[in-house]
């Protein structure tokens, strides 16, 4: 099998044509891996910020907790009952605290 001329140029321009793919086929590889990297790094920063965010509404959820638990109806109740009883007792102190300054004024009574 002998190869001519037009065979020779038909080969030319395949093994062109196909180099010439390859150079576009590596550029647009090249491109999308350049890309990639980009968006992994994008995705990166919003999985820390969304940590963060997680983090932080933990925290507040903890707060909230807390305060419900402090404003609690039972807890409400609790601290009036225990603020009326400390009131009924400093009131009875301050009563005997005047009767005692009253008997010790110099005058036994």
Do not use: P, W
């Amino acid at each position: 099998m002998e190869f001519g001329v037009r065979e020779l140029v038909q080969f030319s321009a395949i093994l062109v044509s196909i180099s010439g793919a390859f150079y576009a086929a590596r550029s647009q590889i090249k491109n999308l891996m350049e890309k990639m990297i980009n968006h992994e790094k994008r995705l990166l920063t919003m999985d820390h910020r969304l940590d963060e965010a997680e983090s932080a509404r933990a925290v507040i959820d903890s707060r909230v907790n807390i305060l419900s638990q402090i404003n609690s109806v039972s807890a409400l109740e609790q601290s009036n009952r225990e603020l009326g009883e400390l009131k009924a007792i400093v009131g009875m102190l301050r009563e005997e605290v005047a009767l005692l300054r009253k008997i010790h004024n110099g005058m036994h009574k």
